[in-house]
């Protein structure tokens, strides 16, 4: 029995009454016998006469999101759950690159057929909500229970290069042992460079799935390294293995501190695996993973940032100036594990304490206050906003009353 919100019934029940079955299939099913929760249920409908069709029922629920009527498949937020709706079909590989697949959308297809186009057994089990059945024609229940990961066909796997990253990241997230089989042909489509065709996002797409939601990523990461993939993802390849058991080691305690927002827990990961390059090697390890330039703007600082062993307030306020310190401080607990976490939860209050645990000081003595002296923008306008704010940081003020006789003291010949 798989256990689904009971507000969706009235959406399979109107189904039914249009001669149409619907049936759970994928994550949300494997999710669910796994015990794990999810907001995302994809659903099959069999038996209706055309994408149209289907999308005119389900209008009577909420706004639909048609994805597109060549792939058959179509969203809906109904009761606080995100629905995808899809009609069985059949891809067939007619160009390179994980895009070049002819989609086939056709009602009349058994669960069978239609489900032998999926990549695992594990992600090709069904939910018939009519009959309250599992369908399972490729005994994924059985490779759940003994925890493997193996290919529906191994034919149509080779067809696509993204499933051998997907089967890295389910090979971590769910702790499974990948069937021989299918580790020889991901490795044969490696040596084979057919990941070469994938778009750069694709690739990040499944690395960040394995950092932010496996509970030990190194496990993913060393079976990248056995399958000769980390050419994909240079600098790994040339790091020395202790070095790269250091990462590892690293990254699986990181995997423990997912406390802050998707993006800087991301963030967070990608910085420990770069914690044993040079500033040459994250640039290149982030480049080659995105083009999202916010990512290396502050990967990189956080990583070339050294720790030291004692901090003054001075030094917490300049520390500010280029880091967020309680991601610097995070980071550091997990690459320097000798340290006792006091210590590092001790600067995080004192950085705290002074205002500058998320942000840098906010400096006291303005632009409008030098103008104040007749003194007009310029590089010498530059010069006495930043000799300021240095003196701020040395506590020589603390007040604007107290910035303005500094000021004055400061531009008397």
């Not at 999308?55 to 995808?84: P, T, W």
């Not at 963030?267 to 040079?278: A, P, R």
């Not at 590092?344 to 950085?351: D, G, H, I, V």
Request: include cysteine; charge should be neutral.
């Amino acid at each position: 029995m798989i256990h689904y919100p009971e507000e969706l019934n009235i959406i399979f029940t109107t189904l039914q009454q249009h001669n149409a079955k619907a049936i759970l299939v994928g994550g949300f099913v494997r999710d669910s016998l796994l015990h794990i929760e999810s907001k995302d249920i994809d659903i099959e409908v069999y038996g209706i006469s055309s994408f149209e069709a289907l999308e005119k029922i389900l209008c009577k629920f909420g706004r639909v999101n048609s994805v597109g009527q060549c792939f058959g498949v179509c969203k809906l937020h109904f009761a606080n759950v995100d629905l995808d709706f899809s009609l069985p079909r059949e891809d067939n590989k007619i160009a390179s690159g994980h895009k070049g697949f002819e989609v086939q959308v056709d009602s009349s297809l058994s669960f069978y057929e239609a489900t032998s186009r999926r990549d695992f057994t594990i992600n090709a089990i069904g939910y018939d909500v009519e009959e309250k059945k599992i369908l399972d024609p490729f005994n994924g229940m059985k490779d759940l229970e003994n925890r493997v990961l193996r290919a529906v066909d191994t034919k149509k796997f080779a067809q696509d290069p993204l499933r051998v990253l997907r089967a890295i990241q389910f090979y971590a997230r769910f702790n499974l042992q990948i069937d021989s089989e299918l580790f020889t042909l991901s490795k044969e489509m490696i040596k084979n460079n057919l990941l070469d065709e994938l778009p750069k996002d694709r690739i990040f797409t499944e690395i960040k799935k394995l950092l932010l939601k496996s509970q030990k990523p190194s496990q993913g990461f060393t079976l990248l390294k056995k399958l000769k993939g980390f050419k994909y993802l240079p600098p790994l390849e040339q790091i020395n293995s202790r070095e790269l058991e250091l990462i590892f080691d690293s990254l699986d305690s990181m995997a423990k501190e997912k406390k802050f927002s998707s993006k800087t827990n991301l963030i967070l990961m990608l910085c420990t695996l770069c914690s044993e390059f040079d500033s040459l090697q994250t640039t290149t390890f982030i480049q080659n993973l995105t083009e999202e330039k916010e990512i290396l703007k502050t990967v990189l600082p956080l990583t070339q940032t050294k720790l030291q062993d004692t901090y003054s307030d001075t030094q917490l306020y300049k520390l500010a100036l280029s880091v967020d310190i309680e991601l610097f401080f995070t980071l550091q607990k997990v690459i320097h594990i000798s340290k006792e976490s006091h210590f590092f939860e001790s600067l995080k209050k004192r950085a705290k304490n002074l205002g500058v645990l998320n942000q840098k000081l906010k400096p006291i003595l303005q632009g409008r206050d030098i103008i104040e002296y007749g003194i007009h923008p310029s590089k010498e306008f530059s010069k006495i906003l930043s000799d300021a704010y240095e003196a701020q940081m040395n506590f020589e003020f603390y007040t604007i009353d107290e910035a303005k006789v500094w000021l004055k003291n400061y531009l008397v010949p």
